[in-house]
């Protein structure tokens, strides 16, 4: 007899919506690897950054989000520079303008953190 515990009662139409998620996330992945590889590290840091936002006591949350953050954009930029997309410019643009965004906000917050010490 099955463990009660693990049968979750999503019907019918719960499973099949899931189905048709993991289906499409594996279309995806065949179809672009790296443009997966790069919406989970960014989704991953979203999670991380929105963890630090609740408790801003543990830097490391914030360090490993801008890691991944980091990671992204440079994976954005190679797969860019390795297979050009028909809108090459717009994306390397928005790419570089957010690294230098990221590196603003990043000083601005050292810079803020410095002075309340």
Do not use: D
């Not at 189905?19 to 690897?33: G, K, W």
């Amino acid at each position: 007899m099955p463990c009660p515990m693990l049968q979750v009662g999503f019907g019918k139409s719960g499973m099949r919506l899931w189905r048709n998620f993991l289906y499409s996330v594996i279309l995806s992945s065949h179809y672009s690897p790296p443009r997966l590889v790069e919406a989970v590290m960014l989704l991953l840091a979203a999670g991380l950054c929105a963890v630090w936002w609740l408790n801003q006591q543990y830097w490391q949350y914030l360090v490993l989000c801008l890691s991944y953050i980091v990671g992204a954009i440079a994976s954005i930029l190679a797969r860019e520079v390795v297979a050009p997309s028909s809108q090459t410019y717009t994306i390397r643009l928005t790419a570089v303008a957010s690294l230098v965004v990221l590196v603003a906000v990043v000083g601005l917050y050292i810079t803020r953190k410095i002075n309340l010490v």
